[in-house]
């Protein structure tokens, strides 16, 4: 079965989010922003999320880390607990 290591960033706006992405562009690191900004447990993690399989995130989430470029930064994603900034580190 398909598995990916995978952070993302949970924020409450879709401006928050795309704001977030700017200052990622600029090179501010991603786990401190992670720890400052997400809403979401793993923020604590760096945004961390661990090794996933397809089906275990929300659809919207699952769909970037399975189908979208390794490496880049995506978003903002929209779900029902806010908007993501993904990262995907490897799939297998």
């Known amino acids: 079965m398909a598995k990916a290591m995978a952070r993302h960033i949970l924020l409450g706006s879709e401006a928050e989010a795309a704001q977030l992405k ?9 786990a401190q922003l992670a720890r400052r900004h997400s809403t979401c447990p793993s923020g604590k993690r760096g945004g961390d999320l661990g090794e996933v399989r397809p089906g275990q995130m929300v659809r919207a989430i699952d769909q970037v880390i399975f189908k979208k470029a390794l490496r880049e930064i995506h978003g903002p994603v929209k779900s029902q607990f806010g908007y993501h900034l993904v990262q ?4 297998d």
């Open 22 to 30: 700017k200052r990622l562009a600029n090179g501010e690191d991603f």
């Open 88 to 91: 995907v580190f490897y799939r």
